[in-house]
């Protein structure tokens, strides 16, 4: 698939997908979703001191950056795996520029480690924060109570709607721990519903720049 790197309203660049028309990240402004659906969102409502991380579409990598970026002031222990079918090319990445984003500095030497940290394995990036990419479709994901928390960043149901099933669903309820949560940038109505029936409950919450909503789900300690 051919990819096209493109500017977002926030200054921050994203991939375009010429094949399937979608960007990876929100036109109006790719760190400012990054940072308010997965960081403040998702991120910050976890209370533990260590917090096993699934991300539901690696992709540029950003999330996981933006990730360590807030775990240098909240000095947590974090396991982050990301999973991704189609990785981005080390061509690809390096035209996003995201050293020139604005990030904390002591960040910035760890954008290239993360990148290009190898695949399948648990590397540390920092003391505070490992990472593991692996490389298979969503489908294949079979972890039981494994995660504190699952950034689900999949391309938009209506581009690739396989990806938003109840059955994919069910397997990201599998996947995480009792009182878990799942934050996504998606709040269409019938992604809520195959939430509720995967076992979810739902949250509405106030969505990143150019969006209405976004969807936190929490899997309940009792059912």
């Not at 402004?29 to 991300?55: N, Y």
């Not at 995660?147 to 059955?167: G, K, M, N, R, S």
């Not at 269409?188 to 739902?202: E, L, S």
């Not at 720049?209 to 009792?222: I, L, Q």
Request: proline share 4%; with cysteine; hydrophobic share 40%.
């Amino acid at each position: 698939m051919r990819r096209v790197i493109r500017d977002t309203a926030d200054g921050s660049k994203t991939i375009f997908v010429e094949a399937l028309d979608e960007h990876y990240h929100s036109i109006h402004g790719a760190l400012a979703e990054s940072r308010h659906v997965f960081i403040q969102s998702g991120l910050d409502a976890i209370k533990s001191e260590t917090i096993a991380i699934l991300e539901i579409g690696f992709g540029t990598g950003l999330n996981a950056i933006t990730t360590l970026e807030r775990n240098e002031t909240l000095n947590k222990n974090i396991d982050y795996t990301g999973v991704e079918a189609f990785p981005v090319s080390t061509s690809d990445f390096s035209q996003l520029k995201y050293s020139n984003l604005e990030l904390r500095e002591s960040v910035l030497p760890y954008l290239d480690k993360i990148h290009k940290t190898n695949w399948e394995v648990f590397q540390e990036i920092t003391p505070r924060f490992q990472l593991k990419k692996v490389e298979k479709k969503f489908q294949d994901i079979h972890d039981i109570e494994a995660f504190d928390l699952i950034y689900f960043d999949a391309f938009a149901p209506t581009v690739q709607p396989e990806l938003w099933t109840e059955a994919i669903f069910e397997k990201m309820y599998s996947a995480l721990k009792l009182n878990g949560i799942l934050v996504t940038y998606c709040a269409k109505g019938q992604v809520k519903r195959n939430m509720k029936a995967a076992g979810f409950t739902i949250e509405r919450l106030p969505g990143p720049p150019g969006k209405r909503e976004m969807t936190r789900a929490t899997k309940p300690v009792s059912v």
